[in-house]
């Protein structure tokens, strides 16, 4: 099969949307994985081990980063078409009302079950829900305590929202002529070794410097480490979003990325298991960060050629999933929690009850949105976009409305 031409600028970004469907699915995985795994996490399984931090490290290092680069995308999209008051209108509502609505319904059996399995609560959840909603700072557990209400997994709509807003304020500053401008430097500048090598280097010396000292909190407010990758990789996909030649050096290059990606995921496994990997200052620990930097770059690489190369493609599964998935990505860490705390005391096998909670939390995620999709009151709260008049179609509105839709 030939290479693919490059796209003219009329032409829909589908690949985008295929790529934001499979990075949730692959985060209700990796959620469910943090279960079992070693890693700290709201609710923890009996068996919960080393055995499955491999499986982790394949999707740790760049799932979050990868979401960060394409609602980037997304919202580079809809700013070239929309005035700037009304994308900030527009961005405000699909990301402010799903997370305040979040912090108040969604998350709190999160918190509930949490408190009941590491604290010993005993409360009933209407006893809990109150104190929630008084942030009551008391359920602690040793020197950590709960900060409540919490927002939990959704701390990316936090952090998509404020970068949103930075967004918006660079491209007013610097004019829309002077941030395509930008953008199409940017993308003559990452071709070929410099499409790895700069971005690998600068990921791993802010893991090296800030990871330290700031770690990594999801709390917004001096979490530095995280801004410091997931914003610059944000405002890099808006830079580079209408630069179709920059999407095809990713597809001529996608094998490449692919084999530096499993080679790192391969020796980092090796380096978690030497003493030292999380020491400050220990070469251990460098050699660390910049393993992993390379494999969270070069995975990311490697999905949008591949992305590129084979799912630039429409259909009505995308129509259907794209429209769908922010909706999942709301409430399904709840479902996880939930349904993996009232697993618990059927004791299944770990592999079928992962499997078992896996399938459970699609299908209530999918349920969830088929009942709130016809109400238009309900709509907004659970981040799923209102109902179209009727469709539209054309050149000219067709790429805004795709690649906006990666951004919900």
Not at 279 to 285: F, L, M, R, S
């Amino acid at each position: 099969m030939a290479e693919q031409e490059d796209a003219p600028v009329t032409q829909r970004l589908y690949f985008l949307d295929w790529i934001r469907i499979g990075a949730f699915c692959v985060l209700i995985c990796f959620h469910t994985g943090l279960y079992y795994g070693p890693w700290e996490w709201h609710v923890k399984s009996a068996h919960a081990g080393a055995a499955i931090e491999p499986l982790l490290l394949l999707t740790s290092p760049w799932r979050m980063s990868l979401l960060f680069l394409v609602s980037g995308a997304a919202s580079g999209l809809l700013l070239a078409r929309a005035p700037d008051g009304r994308f900030l209108r527009e961005r405000s509502t699909r990301l402010l009302v799903p997370l305040v609505f979040g912090m108040l319904v969604i998350v709190p059996p999160q918190s509930f079950c949490e408190v009941a399995q590491k604290m010993d609560y005993q409360g009933s959840y209407a006893q809990f829900l109150q104190r929630y909603l008084s942030a009551d700072m008391n359920f602690c557990s040793g020197a950590h305590c709960l900060v409540l209400p919490a927002w939990n997994h959704l701390w990316f709509v936090a952090y998509l929202w404020v970068y949103t807003l930075v967004l918006s304020s660079i491209v007013a500053m610097a004019g829309r002529k002077r941030f395509a401008g930008a953008g199409q430097w940017l993308a003559g500048l990452l071709t070929g070794w410099r499409a790895v090598v700069p971005p690998v280097i600068f990921l791993a010396a802010a893991r090296a410097a800030l990871s330290p000292i700031f770690g990594d909190t999801h709390a917004l407010l001096g979490d530095w480490y995280n801004h410091a990758v997931y914003f610059p990789l944000f405002l890099a996909g808006a830079l580079v979003a209408r630069q179709h030649g920059f999407w095809r050096e990713l597809s001529r290059l996608r094998f490449m990325t692919l084999g530096l990606a499993l080679a790192s995921w391969a020796l980092l496994v090796c380096l978690y298991a030497v003493p030292g990997y999380e020491q400050p200052g220990d070469p251990v620990a460098l050699a660390t960060a910049c393993v992993r930097s390379t494999q969270q770059w070069c995975a990311i690489l490697a999905v949008c050629g591949f992305g590129y190369r084979h799912l630039n493609v429409d259909g009505r599964a995308r129509r259907y999933l794209a429209g769908t998935v922010f909706c999942v990505y709301i409430v399904h860490q709840t479902l996880i929690v939930v349904v993996a705390s009232a697993l618990e005391p059927l004791h299944i096998a770990p592999f079928t009850e992962a499997v078992v909670i896996v399938i459970l939390t699609f299908a209530g995620s999918f349920a969830i949105f088929e009942v709130v999709k016809p109400l238009a009151v309900l709509r907004p709260l659970f981040g799923i976009a209102p109902a179209l008049v009727a469709p539209t179609c054309g050149a000219r509105d067709a790429e805004p409305r795709a690649a906006g839709g990666v951004a919900k």
